[in-house]
């Protein structure tokens, strides 16, 4: 238990702590091997990430966005590859990241497309995800799982899922936030409910959330929210959330993940590429923390102006817990200022990022990019305790590393 006295060693203690700590990832998009296509994985897959195709469409004019998400996966990463990485810099935090990515999974020739290609030409979905997980320092993630996706689904029903590290997350977002179009779905699946939601189909939506939050060993219920989210309300919205979701989440006891902020395709021709932002009222998340105060909820804000009132609320209550730096915000510039922020105001009892990565590769390049940030911030809060003479030990910076990269999650939800 040996305090450490000089800026050097803190530096040294705090980067070789952040550097070897195993993560919980708690949000991302990506899959165990049994789900078979859903899992996106390799350079082309990294190359065609929606937010690059959303840069490399400012930079052409040559094809509509229709025409650029359309193209074939191999024509239109080579495409991304001559306008991104051969006509100008990788720049931009998303272009630089397939940087990172390549050369953490061991690309030694970063210049060549074909020498990209090559170093994963062969690789099993096993070694991939093996080689993956041991380069981000990734100990398990947990997926976005959507019932009413066929092939997701059958992977479920057949009991297919076997890969301990990956947990699930039971998204509800078709459920919640567009009833009219989903009722006729789980009227297929045998539930018995009505378009028009009469009382009776609110326990039906209940059931089918619970039956497969418990088929998915689901650890949270989540939804993204457009920055318009109000509660209380009376909507189709506000009325599922309040008679079936919340219900369900009760007798489940797990957490509702409540991301919001998204304004959903600004351009829809460009699809997850043509998404935006905007500035949301949390009144509407005050409103349930408090009205609910035996629900866990987990909350992600998009907008940069909406981050300083969700730390401000996740002081208040208990029943909170913030985590990520989502999206449009997971910028190196805009990660520093959020992270130093949530460690001003609740200490360790958080969750600083998550990847939401789309493509196994992309945890490499998520998590490398985020360890120096956390480094950084780390280093001035303990340094302004070194200042006053409480001088940090290795123990100590190694439970507070652990907080704060899944264990703070764990306590939270219970596991
Ligand atoms: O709703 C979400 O979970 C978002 O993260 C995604 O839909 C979004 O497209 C994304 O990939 C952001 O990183
Ligand atoms: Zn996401």
Not at 68 to 83: D, F, I, N, T
Request: hydrophobic content about 45%.
């Amino acid at each position: 238990m040996s305090e450490i006295r000089t800026p050097a060693a803190l530096e040294a203690a705090v980067r070789a702590c952040v550097e070897g700590t195993a993560v919980l990832d708690i949000h991302t998009h990506i899959y165990e091997e049994a789900f078979g296509p859903l899992l996106l994985r390799g350079p082309e897959e990294l190359l065609i990430y929606h937010y690059l195709q959303a840069e490399t469409n400012r930079v052409i004019d040559d094809l509509t966005p229709q025409a650029l998400v359309a193209l074939p996966r191999e024509a239109a990463a080579r495409q991304v590859w001559r306008e991104l990485y051969e006509a100008r810099s990788p720049l931009s935090e998303a272009a630089r990241g397939v940087i990172t990515a390549l050369r953490r999974l061991g690309v030694s020739d970063i210049r060549s497309y074909e020498a990209i290609l090559a170093r994963f030409a062969g690789l099993s979905a096993a070694e991939h995800i093996d080689l993956v997980f041991r380069a981000a320092n990734v100990r398990a993630v947990i997926m976005t799982n959507d019932p009413l996706n066929p092939t997701e689904a059958g992977v479920w029903m057949a009991g297919q899922k076997r890969d301990r590290r990956f947990h699930a997350a039971l998204r509800i977002d078709p459920i919640l936030l567009d009833w009219r179009a989903t009722c006729e779905r789980l009227v297929a699946a045998g539930y018995a409910v009505d378009r028009d939601l009469t009382a009776a189909t609110y326990p039906q939506i209940a059931r089918f959330l619970t039956d497969w939050a418990r088929r998915m060993g689901a650890v949270y219920m989540a939804v993204s929210l457009p920055h318009t989210f109000t509660m209380p309300e009376d909507s189709p919205a506000a009325r599922i959330l309040t008679h079936a979701v919340l219900p369900a989440c009760r007798e489940l006891e797990i957490p509702l993940a409540m991301m919001v902020g998204v304004r959903r395709r600004v351009v829809p021709e460009l699809r997850d590429g043509g998404d935006g932002v905007g500035r949301a009222d949390l009144s509407a998340v005050a409103y349930l923390c408090r009205e609910y105060p035996g629900q866990k909820f987990l909350l992600t804000v998009l907008s940069r102006e909406n981050q300083h009132e969700a730390v401000v609320l996740a002081r208040k209550f208990r029943n909170l817990h913030l985590f990520g730096c989502w999206w449009f915000t997971n910028n190196p510039s805009i990660v520093e200022e959020i992270t130093r922020e949530r460690l001003e105001m609740l200490g360790t009892s958080f969750t600083p990022q998550h990847s939401d990565a789309r493509v196994l590769d992309q945890l490499a390049y998520k998590w490398a990019h985020f360890r120096p940030i956390l480094v950084k911030a780390l280093c001035e809060k303990y340094g302004y305790l070194m200042d006053e003479g409480w001088y940090p030990t290795e123990e100590e910076i190694e439970r507070d590393v652990r907080l704060l990269l899944g264990g703070e999650f764990e306590r939270f939800v219970g596991r």
